[in-house]
């Protein structure tokens, strides 16, 4: 057993790519095993939360499409970016033009966007077209002082028909052609982290984090000082600049510290789990079986034993 498993007291779980591919008629299918695990969680007395950086529906929506395809989940469980974001435009007077998925632009009801001082810019999907994106352009680049807040960096994700640019494509173009810096709202942000375990009220070496992206869930969450997981299901491949240890799941047991993580540091700080399926559920039973959530219920049997 991993000795500083027994101190975990929270999950933090990745949605897109670790409970379901988003995408098709249904709105996404699950992935083999994630609902029960999810059951698993909730019944061992650990604490969870869902941390997501989806962008492309409000809160109740998305949760709404979860609910449909059989997940134990409420909106009082979600961290999101678009809520975050709604409370930094309220604190610092900004009035966003919104590049967003016109599903989400409910989440803005009660922002005020007369006469935009910034730019709010999340995964758009069929609505980052060059006239959005200009005009998205034509506004920070008019600005004395441009702020352009990012719902997020992802490099891409995948759906059921395969992958998909996300908004950190387009997220760079505008910073380079408006030679800004990008605010980031959502993961890998330290502050959405701790958001998240603010509202679990574990702290940050009491907690693992549970994700596909290597950079966006597994670095994001060790800037934070937790620990965290990247499942080999979702976009995960087998190409080096997606994994940290060779055909593998891993398990990372080092904090990356303060400031920006690169992915050769992500790499270098991996420790193996000698799982050949690495899928949520099996991550979800090893956890179960090493932390102290559930000592009480432990019964004889059987132990996953990762080789760490």
Same mark, same amino acid.
């Given at each position: 057993?991993?000795?500083?498993?027994?101190?975990?007291?929270?999950?933090?779980? $990745?949605?897109?790519?670790?409970?379901?591919?988003?995408? /098709?008629?249904?709105?996404?299918?699950?992935?083999? /095993?994630?609902?029960?695990?999810?059951?698993?969680?909730?019944?061992?007395?650990?604490? %969870?939360?869902?941390? &997501?950086?989806?962008?492309?529906?409000?809160?109740?929506?998305?949760?709404?499409? %979860?609910? !449909?395809?059989?997940?134990?989940?409420?909106? @009082?469980?979600? &961290?999101?970016?678009?809520?975050?974001?709604? +409370?930094?435009?309220? =604190?610092?007077?900004? +009035?966003?033009?919104?590049?967003?998925?016109?599903?989400?632009?409910?989440?803005?009801?009660?922002?005020?966007?007369?006469?935009?001082?910034?730019?709010?810019? /999340?995964?758009?999907?069929?609505?980052?077209?060059?006239?959005?994106?200009?005009?998205?352009?034509?506004?920070?680049?008019?600005?004395?002082?441009?702020?352009?807040?990012?719902?997020?960096?992802?490099?891409?994700?995948?759906? &059921?028909?395969?992958?998909? %640019?996300?908004?950190? @494509?387009?997220? *760079?173009?505008?910073?380079?052609?408006? $030679?800004?810096?990008?605010?980031?709202?959502?993961?890998?942000?330290?502050?959405?982290?701790?958001?998240?375990?603010? =509202?679990? /009220?574990?702290?940050?070496?009491?907690?693992?984090?549970? !994700? $596909?992206?290597?950079?966006?869930?597994?670095?994001?969450?060790?800037?934070?000082?937790?620990?965290?997981?990247?499942?080999?299901?979702?976009?995960?491949?087998?190409?080096?600049?997606?994994?940290?240890?060779?055909?593998?799941?891993?398990?990372?047991?080092?904090? %990356?510290?303060?400031?920006?993580?690169?992915?050769?540091?992500?790499?270098?700080?991996?420790?193996?789990?000698?799982?050949?399926?690495?899928?949520?559920?099996?991550?979800?039973?090893?956890?179960?079986?090493?932390?102290?959530?559930?000592?009480?219920?432990?019964? *004889?049997?059987?132990?996953?034993?990762?080789?760490?």
């Amino acid at each position: 057993m991993a000795a500083w498993a027994r101190a975990v007291r929270g999950l933090l779980l $990745d949605i897109s790519g670790v409970l379901y591919d988003s995408g /098709g008629e249904g709105g996404g299918v699950p992935i083999a /095993g994630s609902a029960e695990a999810v059951q698993r969680i909730k019944a061992s007395g650990l604490k %969870l939360r869902f941390c &997501t950086n989806e962008t492309q529906a409000t809160r109740e929506k998305f949760v709404k499409k %979860l609910q !449909g395809l059989g997940f134990d989940i409420s909106v @009082a469980e979600v &961290t999101a970016p678009a809520p975050a974001a709604c +409370r930094l435009l309220k =604190e610092r007077g900004l +009035r966003p033009h919104l590049l967003v998925h016109d599903d989400l632009v409910p989440e803005f009801a009660d922002i005020d966007k007369t006469n935009p001082n910034c730019v709010v810019i /999340g995964d758009a999907a069929e609505n980052f077209s060059y006239a959005n994106l200009n005009e998205a352009f034509r506004v920070l680049i008019g600005l004395e002082k441009p702020v352009l807040i990012s719902l997020g960096k992802g490099r891409y994700y995948k759906e &059921t028909d395969g992958l998909k %640019l996300d908004v950190g @494509a387009y997220m *760079k173009a505008l910073e380079y052609a408006c $030679d800004v810096q990008a605010e980031v709202v959502g993961k890998p942000a330290k502050a959405f982290f701790e958001s998240a375990l603010a =509202e679990m /009220g574990v702290r940050p070496e009491q907690a693992i984090m549970i !994700g $596909d992206d290597i950079v966006s869930d597994v670095g994001g969450a060790q800037q934070c000082g937790m620990r965290a997981v990247q499942v080999r299901t979702g976009k995960y491949s087998s190409h080096p600049r997606d994994i940290a240890c060779d055909n593998t799941c891993v398990l990372y047991v080092l904090s %990356l510290g303060a400031g920006d993580c690169s992915l050769q540091q992500v790499r270098t700080w991996g420790v193996r789990i000698g799982h050949s399926t690495a899928d949520l559920h099996l991550l979800v039973l090893w956890v179960l079986e090493n932390s102290l959530a559930s000592v009480g219920e432990k019964k *004889k049997k059987k132990k996953i034993s990762p080789s760490i």
